[in-house]
C-alpha cells in the first residue's frame, strides 16, 4: 500500500533520530505542506485576469499551534492593560474631548475595513493555489477576525469608560447618515472585495495594508498618545504586530504572478487604480483626522504622507518590486498635490455636513489656527476666514438659528459628490487638485473631480453605482433625515453629532435643526 | 427627486404588493426579468426607482426563490433554469459568445444581459456562479488592455457620454 508523503517525511525523521526530543515549528510546518490538494483539477471560485503561481513561497511559515500561542499572548497583553491598568487610571476621561470624537470614526471604520479584510484573505486563499501562500492568506483571514473584534472594542471601551458615549455606542447605524461613509465603504469594501481577485490584493495587501496603514495604525497612535489617549496605542500597536506579516502576503501575491504574461499587461494599471483608490479617500480623511480631531499636534500630515507614502511606499517598498516589472503609480505625482490641501479642503464641507455626523467636530481655536498658518502658509487668508465669519454667526450655539451648510446656500458655493471616491468637493473653495467634470449617461448625471476616477468609471460604470447623500435626500428636510437615521442622543431629540466639544456649551436637537428650514438638494439639478 | 423615508417608504409597499400577487412561478420570472431590464443596471430604461431598486429587486427574488421551490423539483432545481432549459446549455452558449467578442463595449453588454437574464434565482447558482466568473474574467482581460491608449476626451466619446461641464 502506498504511504502517503507525510507518513513518509515522519518516516525518514525517525531514521536519522529515533527518538527526537522536539521538534521544530518549522519542520512542522514543513510536514505540513505535504497534505495538499491536487490544485490541477481545483479552479477558484472568484474572477482573475491573472495565474497564480503553484509554488509560490511564504516567509512566516506560521503553523496554527505556533500562532494561536503568539496571538493569545498579545490578546492577554492588550486586555490585561484595559481592562485593570487603564480603567484604574480613569484613562477614557483623560483622553482630549477632540480625540474622543476622532475615535469615534477611526475605530468603527477601520471596523469595516478589517470585516471586509475577513472576506477579501479568504477569497484569496480561494483564488492561490500554492500551500504556502494559502497558509499566508488563512493566518491573515484570522488576524482580520482578531482586528474587527479588537476594533469594536476600541469603541465599547470609549463607550463604557469615557466621556461622550453617544457616537462610540451606535455608530453601526448611525454612520450612514453623513457623507464620510460611502467614501469609506469604497476603499474598505469595494476595493477590497469586487472585482479580479489579484486586484482586491493590490488593494488589501499592496496598497491598503503597505501604504496606508503606516500613517493610519502607526501614526494614529501617535496622535492619540499625544491627545491623552493609551486606549489607542494598546490597541492599535497590537493590530499593527500583524499587519507585517499582510505586507508579506501582498509582496508574495505579486511574486506568485510575476512570470504570468497576464502581469505584463494589467499589473500596472491595476497598482495605478487601487492606489488612486485608496489614496482619494485616505489622503484628506486621515490628513483631517489628525489635524482637525485634535488639540495636541504631532506633525503636518503632510510631512507624514511624504515620509510614509510617498518615500517609504512609494519609493522603496514598490522600488523592490521594481524586479518584477512593477511601477510607482503614476498617480502618485497627482496624490502628492492632494497631501497639501485636501484634508483642509474636506474639513472645510465635514464642519458645514456636522448635524449628518456620528460624531462632535469643533473649529480650530486662536492656537491652533496660528499652527496651521505655521505649517500651511496661505490657509488662514483660505480657511481661517471662512471659519472666523461662521463663529462669528455663532455656528456653535443653537440660539444662532446658523449652520455653515447655510453659508456655502447663500454663497452659491454647491457641494458635489465624486461619483467613483464618494468623497465630497466644493469646486469653488477647494485649494487641493480637484475640479469639477459631469457627464450624463443613459439619462444620469454623473459628477467627476479628477482624472484618475473618471477614467475608472468610464471604464468601468457599472462599479460605481451608489446614489451620494444629495441624491439620496434631495426634497428632504435636515432635521427629518436625522430622526429617521437615529441621529439622536438617548433622549430622542438631542443631537448625537454637535458643532463644539464645549461641556458647558447648549447642545443642539431635533428641533433647533428644524427651525432653520433646511432642504436638501441635489447640486446636479442645476446644470 | 424622492422626498420620503431611506427605509419605510410607499415605493416600497407598492411593490411589495404587486410582489404579493405572484403566484406562478413563469409569472414571477417574467416579472423579474422585466424588472431587472426596466430598473437595474447602467443600461436601465429608467432611474425612477434609482433609490429602492436593490431592495425590490431583492424581494422579488425572495418571492421568485419560493415559486421555484413549489414548482420545480430536486433534479430541476439543480440543472434547470427556470423556464426548463438546461442551464449548463445556456451557460455554455454564453461562454462561446464572450470568448468569440473581442469589444469590450460588446462584451459588457454581454455580462450584463446574462445577469438581467439568469441571475439566480432564474439559474442555479451552482451553474450560474461560476459562468459569471469565466464572463468577468474575459471582460476584465478586455477593459485592461491597453488602458490609457484613449486620452481623456476620446473615452468619453466612445463610451457615449454627454458632457455637461469640464471645468
Known amino acids: ?527 | 427627486m424622492a422626498n420620503y423615508k431611506v427605509h419605510d417608504n410607499h415605493v416600497r409597499d407598492e411593490w411589495t404588493a404587486k410582489i404579493g400577487q405572484l403566484h406562478t412561478l413563469a409569472k414571477g420570472v417574467k416579472f423579474l426579468t422585466e424588472f431587472r431590464k426596466k430598473h437595474t443596471t447602467p443600461l436601465r430604461e429608467t432611474f425612477d426607482l434609482e433609490l429602492d431598486w436593490g431592495w425590490i429587486e431583492c424581494k422579488i427574488e425572495e418571492k421568485v426563490a419560493l415559486l421555484k421551490h413549489a414548482e420545480l423539483d430536486d433534479n430541476q432545481f439543480l440543472n434547470n433554469c427556470t423556464c426548463g432549459a438546461n442551464a449548463q446549455e445556456v451557460a455554455d452558449a454564453v461562454v462561446a459568445k464572450m470568448d468569440a467578442c473581442d469589444n469590450k463595449y460588446e462584451a459588457e453588454k454581454l455580462h450584463i444581459n446574462f445577469r438581467t437574464d439568469y441571475k439566480p434565482p432564474v439559474m442555479p447558482t451552482n451553474v450560474f456562479m461560476d459562468t459569471d466568473r469565466l464572463l468577468g474574467v474575459k471582460l476584465m482581460e478586455l477593459r485592461n488592455t491597453n488602458y490609457y491608449a484613449l486620452s481623456l476626451e476620446e473615452l468619453r466619446k466612445e463610451r457615449g457620454v454627454k458632457v455637461i461641464t469640464i471645468q
Open chain 1, 1 to 527: 500500500m502506498a504511504i502517503s508523503a507525510a507518513t513518509k517525511a515522519a518516516t525518514d525523521a525517525l531514521a536519522v533520530n529515533r527518538a527526537p526530543t522536539s521538534v521544530s515549528a518549522q519542520e512542522v510546518h514543513r510536514w505540513l505542506q505535504s497534505f495538499t490538494w491536487d490544485f490541477d483539477k481545483n479552479r477558484s471560485k472568484y474572477p482573475t485576469k491573472y495565474k497564480m503561481a503553484n509554488d509560490t513561497k511564504e516567509q512566516f511559515k506560521l503553523i496554527a499551534k505556533e500562532y494561536a500561542r503568539m496571538e493569545s499572548v498579545k490578546d492577554e497583553r492588550q486586555f490585561g492593560s484595559l481592562q485593570d491598568v487603564l480603567t484604574r487610571i480613569d484613562a477614557g476621561n483623560k483622553v482630549h474631548p477632540k480625540w474622543n470624537e476622532t475615535m469615534k470614526v477611526i475605530s468603527n471604520f477601520l471596523e469595516v475595513g478589517e470585516y471586509n479584510a475577513i472576506a477579501a484573505t479568504g477569497m484569496l486563499w480561494d483564488s492561490a493555489s500554492a500551500p504556502e501562500q494559502k497558509n499566508g492568506y488563512l493566518a491573515q483571514t484570522l488576524d482580520e477576525i482578531r482586528h474587527t473584534n479588537q476594533c469594536g472594542y476600541v469603541n465599547y471601551y470609549f463607550t463604557k469608560h469615557g466621556q461622550d458615549a453617544a457616537g462610540h455606542n451606535d455608530a453601526r447605524r448611525t454612520r450612514t447618515i453623513g457623507p464620510l461613509w460611502k467614501g469609506m465603504k469604497r476603499v474598505f469594501s469595494d476595493g477590497f472585495i469586487s472585482g479580479d481577485a489579484v486586484e482586491c490584493s493590490i488593494n488589501l495587501q499592496l496598497v491598503g495594508e503597505a501604504c496606508f496603514t503606516n500613517p493610519l495604525i502607526v501614526a494614529v497612535t501617535e496622535w492619540a498618545a499625544a491627545n491623552g489617549d493609551e486606549i489607542t496605542p494598546t490597541v492599535f500597536l497590537s493590530i499593527e504586530t500583524d499587519e507585517l506579516r499582510h505586507m508579506a502576503n501582498g509582496y508574495q501575491t505579486i511574486v506568485s504572478i510575476a512570470n504570468d504574461e497576464a502581469a505584463s499587461k494589467y499589473l500596472n494599471t491595476d497598482l495605478n487604480n487601487a492606489f488612486w483608490t485608496q489614496q482619494k479617500y485616505f489622503t484628506p480623511v486621515l490628513g483631517m483626522m489628525f489635524e482637525y480631531g485634535s488639540h495636541f499636534k504631532v506633525e503636518p500630515w503632510v510631512k507624514t504622507w511624504n515620509r510614509w507614502v510617498y518615500e517609504d511606499w512609494g519609493g522603496i517598498w514598490i522600488g523592490r518590486l521594481g524586479k518584477y516589472g512593477v511601477e510607482s503609480p503614476a498617480s502618485l505625482r497627482d496624490a502628492k498635490k492632494d497631501a497639501y490641501w485636501a484634508h483642509h479642503d474636506l474639513f472645510l464641507l465635514a464642519y458645514a455636513l456636522w448635524p449628518t455626523g456620528f460624531f462632535r467636530l469643533t473649529l480650530p481655536t486662536a492656537e491652533e489656527a496660528d499652527w496651521f498658518e505655521e505649517n500651511y502658509p496661505g490657509w488662514h487668508e483660505h480657511y481661517g476666514v471662512i471659519y472666523e465669519e461662521w463663529r462669528k454667526r455663532g455656528c456653535e450655539d443653537p440660539n444662532s438659528g446658523f449652520i455653515p451648510l447655510m453659508w456655502f446656500i447663500e454663497n452659491n458655493h454647491p457641494i458635489y459628490i465624486d461619483r467613483v471616491s464618494q468623497v465630497p468637493f466644493c469646486p469653488d473653495l477647494c485649494k487641493g487638485a480637484s475640479t469639477l467634470r459631469v457627464h450624463e449617461y443613459n439619462g444620469k448625471k454623473n459628477t467627476f473631480s479628477d482624472d484618475w476616477g473618471e477614467r475608472m468609471w468610464l471604464t468601468e460604470p457599472e462599479r460605481y453605482e451608489c446614489q451620494n447623500m444629495f441624491e439620496q435626500y434631495a426634497g428632504r428636510e435636515l432635521s427629518e433625515v436625522i430622526a429617521e437615521l437615529h441621529g439622536v442622543r438617548s433622549d430622542g431629540k438631542t443631537l448625537i453629532a454637535q458643532p463644539h466639544t464645549d461641556k458647558d456649551g447648549k447642545m443642539w436637537t431635533l428641533d433647533d435643526i428644524k427651525a432653520l428650514n433646511c432642504v436638501f438638494s441635489d447640486p446636479v439639478d442645476a446644470l
